[in-house]
């Protein structure tokens, strides 16, 4: 039951990204040559939304679906972390032209190119995984 939950949700994100065109690698470019707000609006809409959830989730103590307690656990700030991570992602985001939601996106929309970015994500999360115990964290 859980795996359709998740398929439902999935396909309905996925919809969700087609149609307001957040797959598009066109928009992608556009937003990194600041060119349109089309993007910027979206991603906005949606750190303001994920506050307001995460804030509403503490205060009025939700649970998930399951009736588990969800749990926030604080993280060490360090700078350079979010810095370097932050660089790291933006520039296969440029160069892919998606970020992973739009990939699966893509993928279920036809293009079959973007199999390709999906192998190589896949492979360097695998390459993150060997050597994340020698990496500063």
């Known amino acids: ?24 690698w066109f928009r992608i470019y556009e937003m990194f040559r600041f060119e349109s707000f089309h993007m910027y ?13 995460v804030q509403s989730i503490k205060r009025f103590k939700i649970r998930s679906f399951y009736g588990e307690p969800i749990v926030f656990t604080p993280k060490a700030k360090s700078v350079s972390r979010y810095l370097f991570g932050g660089i790291i992602f933006g520039l296969g985001w440029a160069l892919a032209g998606a970020c992973p939601g739009p990939m699966f996106t893509l993928v279920g929309a036809g293009f079959a190119p973007i199999l390709v970015v999906i192998v190589a994500s896949v492979f360097g999360t695998f390459l993150y995984g060997l050597v994340k115990d ?4």
């Open 1 to 24: 039951m859980r795996t359709l939950i998740y398929l439902f949700i999935g396909i309905l994100f996925g919809i969700t990204m087609f149609k307001s065109e957040a797959a598009s």
């Open 134 to 137: 020698k990496l500063p964290h």
């Open 41 to 53: 609006g979206i991603i906005g809409s949606t750190v303001v939304l994920g506050v307001l959830i």
